[in-house]
């Protein structure tokens, strides 16, 4: 009972991960699909490593006591860059520096690169 929670949101995140996979199948080239399915993917991950049930399977299994720590952490952080890859595509895309309502465009406009 200790790790359903996890092993719940860790399922509804990759089940989520499993719908979007026939998109990200058929656009690979998009960077904002590409995101948003590493920060489900990877959000998943960081549920089921942070499990009680899947730590102590895994310091057994190691054999070294408390391995589950940094392999929990560096999920945590490859969560955390692919959550702010996500969020910079969302507001425009690299090199936006105002949001996109504005009208900004990832590539300079013509008249600017003619000056």
């Keep these: 009972m200790s790790g359903l929670l996890n092993y719940a949101s860790c399922g509804a995140l990759w089940l989520g991960l499993l719908v ?5 199948l058929r656009h ?3 960077p904002y699909l590409r995101s948003l ?4 993917g990877l959000a998943g991950l960081c549920f ?3 499990a009680p049930p899947t730590v102590g399977a895994v ?4 054999g070294v006591p ?8 560096a999920a945590i952080t490859g969560y955390c860059a692919a959550s702010q890859v ?3 595509h969302w507001r425009g895309g690299p090199g936006c520096g105002v949001p ?8 300079p406009s013509s008249s600017s690169a003619s000056r």
């Design 37 to 40: 399915c590493a920060v489900l």
């Design 86 to 88: 996500l969020v910079v």
């Design 66 to 73: 408390n391995l589950a720590a940094p392999v929990t952490y």
């Design 28 to 30: 690979r080239r998009d």
């Design 48 to 50: 089921f490593l942070g």
């Design 20 to 24: 979007r996979a026939p998109d990200l």
């Design 59 to 62: 310091n057994d299994v190691s």
């Design 100 to 107: 996109p309502a504005a009208g900004c465009s990832p590539t």
